[in-house]
C-alpha cells in the first residue's frame, strides 16, 4: 500500500470510529509507529484529523472528506441504534406529518417507528422510503429529484422545490457535525441545500447524531443552533460539548 493510500484509509477510519491511537493504527496497517505519526501529521495538515494525546480524532477543520453510506452503517452501531430508540419520545401526535432525512440512524429511526402511530412521512432517502413502504401505519411519500450515491437520497433544484411546498410537524435530520460555533453541517453543498430546505419547512426540529460528530465541523453548515429545538445523541458526548449545546437552547437527550 502506497503512503496516500494508507492516509487515505487511515482517515476514514478515524472519521468512521471517532477516535484511534497510534498502535491501532500501526497494527492495522503493518506500520511501526513513527510511520503512523508521521501520516497523522499529514493528514492533520489537511484537516482531516486532529492529532491528540496518543492519537487521532476526526478533524475540526472544514473537513471535505464524506464516508459512502455502507461505511457509515457500520459505524457506532449501537450507538445509533440507541438514538434511535430514544428519538421515539419525539415523536409528534398520532397524525401528524414528519420529514425525514437520508442517514444511517435516521434510517435506524425509521425502523424503529412503530406499527400502531399514524404518521405521515415525507422522505427524500431511497434506503428509509424502502424502511418504511411496509409499516401500515406511515402513510409515504418519496420526494423527488437526483438520486446522490453516496447517501442513496434525492438532492437537487427539484428536490429542495418539493420541500419547499411542505408544512410539517416535525423534521428529523442527520449531520456530519455539530458544533457550537459552526452549527449543523454536511461536506456536500447539494444535500446541504435539501438539509436546509427540511428546516424552513419543519415546526419543530430534531436532529439524530452520534456522539462522533458532536464538536466536528463540515463544510457547509445548513442549520444553526437555535433553528434545532433537540439533538438525540448517545452517552459518549464530551461534557463541556453538551454544556454548548445546552446554553445556545438545544435540548440535548442522551439514549
Request: charged share 20%; no cysteine; aromatic share 2%.
Amino acid at each position: 500500500m502506497y503512503a496516500e493510500e494508507r492516509q487515505q484509509a487511515i482517515a476514514r477510519q478515524v472519521a468512521t470510529e471517532g477516535r484511534l491511537s497510534v498502535a491501532q493504527i500501526a497494527e492495522r496497517f503493518d506500520v511501526t509507529t513513527e510511520t503512523v505519526r508521521r501520516d497523522l501529521t499529514a493528514l492533520e495538515g489537511l484537516g482531516l484529523v486532529r492529532r491528540v494525546h496518543g492519537g487521532a480524532v476526526p478533524g475540526t477543520a472544514l473537513t471535505t472528506l464524506e464516508l459512502a453510506l455502507g461505511e457509515r452503517d457500520t459505524a457506532n452501531t449501537e450507538a445509533k441504534a440507541g438514538i434511535a430508540r430514544a428519538a421515539l419520545a419525539q415523536l409528534p401526535p398520532a397524525g401528524a406529518s414528519i420529514l425525514l432525512d437520508a442517514g444511517s440512524t435516521t434510517a435506524r429511526f425509521a425502523d424503529a417507528l412503530p406499527a400502531h402511530h399514524r404518521l405521515v412521512v415525507y422522505t427524500h432517502a431511497v434506503s428509509v422510503a424502502a424502511r418504511l413502504a411496509g409499516n401500515p401505519a406511515v402513510e409515504l411519500h418519496l420526494l423527488p429529484g437526483r438520486v446522490r450515491p453516496e447517501t442513496q437520497a434525492a438532492v437537487g433544484a427539484v428536490t429542495v422545490a418539493a420541500v419547499g411546498a411542505l408544512r410539517v410537524d416535525v423534521a428529523y435530520l442527520g449531520a456530519n457535525g455539530v458544533s457550537a460555533d459552526h452549527g449543523l453541517s454536511t461536506p456536500d453543498s447539494e444535500e446541504a441545500a435539501t438539509k436546509r430546505a427540511f428546516v424552513a419547512a419543519a415546526e419543530r426540529v430534531v436532529a439524530l447524531v452520534d456522539s462522533s460528530k458532536v464538536g466536528v465541523e463540515t463544510a457547509v453548515r445548513f442549520a444553526e443552533l437555535d433553528e434545532v429545538a433537540a439533538l438525540v445523541t448517545d452517552a459518549g458526548i464530551e461534557p463541556g460539548a453538551r454544556g454548548a449545546l445546552e446554553k445556545a437552547g438545544v435540548e440535548v437527550v442522551t439514549a
